[in-house]
């Protein structure tokens, strides 16, 4: 069973450039949440994808911005980036309200 | 509203010894609750979870958590801590809304393990 795989695993950006982080969900998983952890914090939800459509959203300005694939990969991007942007940036993947399972994230650093 | 609170940010056990942490939760309905640890630099790996029935949970790794809905907690429980549980953990509660499934979670507690 192939887990939950992210890339890149780091990333540094400068202020104002655009960035797109990418997950595979684990096999057999057909949703797929993205959460935002800063440093020394709890995760925090951002949205949430099922059938490729965005079906949640947590407290996130619309600079952040997904996809999902018909493979149930997806994609989170996100516009103009400001320095409080710099943060773990975790995918997770779940089929039904089964329990989210993580991948390892990637670590964006914007300056 | 909903939110979950871990109280102690920093815990230092010795090894070999017992282990709680504390998690507090805010939620209207019955909810869904999870255990996750977190080693530096990795995701989140699932421990536990609590959906309905006995209140007494086991997990991986030898953790157990008892949900006690008066007191809206969910404390995690190790009898005996080993080195390479050295980690945060993170208690979370699942929220059904509109449709949408997600997690709230606590703000974390770093576990340090002497030798």
């Known amino acids: 069973e192939t887990g939950v795989t992210q890339s890149p695993t780091h990333l540094i950006k400068t202020r104002g450039q655009q960035v797109t982080l990418r997950c595979s969900s684990q096999s057999g998983h057909n949703t797929v949440s993205w959460y935002q952890q800063a440093l020394g914090q709890g995760p925090q939800f951002i949205f949430q994808?099922?059938?490729?459509?965005?079906?949640g959203r947590g407290n996130f300005p619309p600079r952040f911005s997904g996809l999902q694939f018909p493979n149930y990969s997806s994609e989170l991007n996100v516009n103009a980036l400001e320095l409080d942007d710099s943060a773990l940036y975790l995918c997770?993947?779940?089929?039904?309200?089964?329990?989210?399972?993580f991948g390892n994230g990637t670590r964006l650093t914007v300056t | 509203a909903q939110s979950v609170t871990q109280p102690d940010i920093h815990i230092t056990v010795s090894e070999g010894a017992s282990l709680e942490l504390r998690c507090n939760y805010s939620?209207?309905?019955?909810?869904?609750l999870f255990w996750y640890v977190q080693s530096p630099g990795q995701g989140l790996q699932l421990l536990l979870k609590?959906?309905?029935?006995?209140?007494l949970v086991q997990g991986i790794k030898g953790f157990e958590a008892e949900f006690k809905r008066s007191q809206s907690s969910f404390n995690l429980r190790k009898p005996s801590v080993h080195w390479s549980d050295a980690a945060e953990y993170f208690c979370?509660?699942?929220?059904?809304?509109?449709?949408?499934?997600?997690?709230?979670f606590g703000t974390g507690t770093r576990l340090k393990v002497l030798a």
């Open positions: 994808y099922y059938r490729e459509e965005e079906n």
């Open positions: 997770a993947s779940s089929r039904d309200n089964s329990p989210l399972h």
């Open positions: 609590y959906f309905s029935g006995d209140t």
């Open positions: 939620y209207g309905a019955t909810p869904y």
């Open positions: 979370a509660v699942g929220t059904l809304t509109s449709g949408t499934y997600k997690y709230i």
